[in-house]
């Protein structure tokens, strides 16, 4: 369901949005499809949002329209109540932090920051660009050059450039993956506090779902794009519109069933529903909605499991289906173990 259509969306609009994005349509020459197609999105001032989606699902591209490094076929982009869809990058006045920071090698890191500041007085530069690496936690090194900071310090750096300017608006374009798993997740929960402390918006482009759904105040998932749910993570998560939607955010498994209103019947007996749906339906269950009790007569069996410390998973099988199983510490199945499936919680229809 395109978001524009979908009561979620329309809900979460702000009430006074900072960015306004009105059915983006681009296709590239010799595409036989477009790379985005109808995308609508509002943005509230200071407010974090992550376009979300596998790779070539549109995403840099919507990001580059708004940032103003792609001209739209249609549609339009309104920053703080300017049409500006026809205007260069550097007249929008949105700050952009690319994959690959993009810091000029020969400069200083103090250099570097002070850059977007040249219109300002010599000692303002200075002081300012000070300031911004105080900011991100770097004082100690304006001196050093680019290639003598880890990719973490360097992607601060390009952060604090684009800071300086304080920007109503900055676009990040897959800003961690240049960085190791653990650093990933250190600089990412960094970011999010510099921009909720600067007042700064936000849209990151992101493939990575845990840092979607950690960074973000809302989320749009995109495919083939186009925006199939915007929401907030709690909401995309606990009630996603599609199998698709289920299946990238987290872990989804499918059941059947047939919708009378709130209820639906199951192989797992009669259960609520998030949303009202009538007839055939496919539903979505968590893999920690679903409780193991072992029993020797039971219809499942543990096929294989996964120890991770604070919880397991769980392969079980059940009428020639394998579902996923996450339940917490004390719960010990070994492999073969028969076992019978509960459901607890409301399931998802899908569409
Ligand atoms: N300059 C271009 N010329 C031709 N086709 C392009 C161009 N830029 C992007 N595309 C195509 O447009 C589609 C969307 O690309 P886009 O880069 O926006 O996707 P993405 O979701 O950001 O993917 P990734 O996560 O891999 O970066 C893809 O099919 C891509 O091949």
């Given at each position: 369901m395109p978001a524009e259509a979908s009561p979620l969306g329309f809900r979460q609009r702000p009430v006074k949005p900072l960015l306004e994005v009105d059915r983006l349509r681009k296709s590239f020459p010799h595409a036989s499809t477009a790379a985005v197609e109808r995308v609508s999105l509002a943005l509230g001032?200071?407010?974090l949002l992550a376009l979300l989606g596998p790779s070539g699902c549109g995403k840099t591209t919507t990001l580059r329209m708004i940032g103003g490094f792609e001209t739209p076929d249609e549609g339009t982009i309104t920053f703080d109540g300017h049409d500006i869809t026809g205007l260069p990058p550097e007249a929008r006045g949105i700050g952009f932090v690319f994959q690959d920071y993009a810091l000029f090698p020969h400069l200083s890191v103090l250099d570097n920051v002070r850059f977007?500041?040249?219109k300002l007085p010599r000692a303002q530069a200075r002081s300012r660009a000070e300031e911004m690496l105080k900011l991100v936690g770097l004082s100690d090194l304006g001196r050093r050059r680019p290639h003598q900071l880890s990719g973490g310090q360097q992607q601060r750096v390009a952060l604090a450039r684009a800071l300086a300017v304080a920007p109503?608006?900055?676009?990040l374009?897959?800003?961690?993956?240049?960085l190791d798993a653990k650093m990933r997740i250190?600089?990412?929960q960094e970011v999010r506090r510099l921009l909720k402390s600067t007042g700064s918006a936000g849209i990151l482009v992101t493939h990575d779902q845990e840092e979607a759904l950690a960074l973000a105040d809302r989320i749009a998932v995109m495919d083939g794009g186009r925006i199939v749910?915007?929401?907030t993570p709690d909401e995309i998560y606990r009630n996603p519109v599609s199998e698709f939607v289920a299946n990238f955010i987290g872990r989804s498994n499918i059941v059947s069933g047939r919708a009378e209103g709130m209820n639906v019947h199951t192989p797992f007996g009669d259960l609520?529903?998030?949303r009202a749906a009538n007839g055939s339906v496919s539903l979505a269950v968590r893999p920690e909605q679903i409780m193991l009790e072992a029993d020797p007569n039971g219809a499942a069996v543990i096929v294989g499991r996964e120890f991770r410390g604070h919880d397991q998973i769980y392969w079980v099988s059940k009428d020639e289906t394998c579902f996923v199983v996450i339940s917490g510490p004390g719960q010990d199945h070994p492999d073969g173990t028969r076992v019978n499936m509960r459901i607890c919680d409301?399931?998802?229809p899908l569409t």
């Open positions: 001032e200071g407010e977007g500041l040249r109503q608006l900055i676009l374009d897959e800003p961690f993956s240049n250190e600089t990412r749910q915007l929401g609520p529903m998030t409301c399931v998802v």
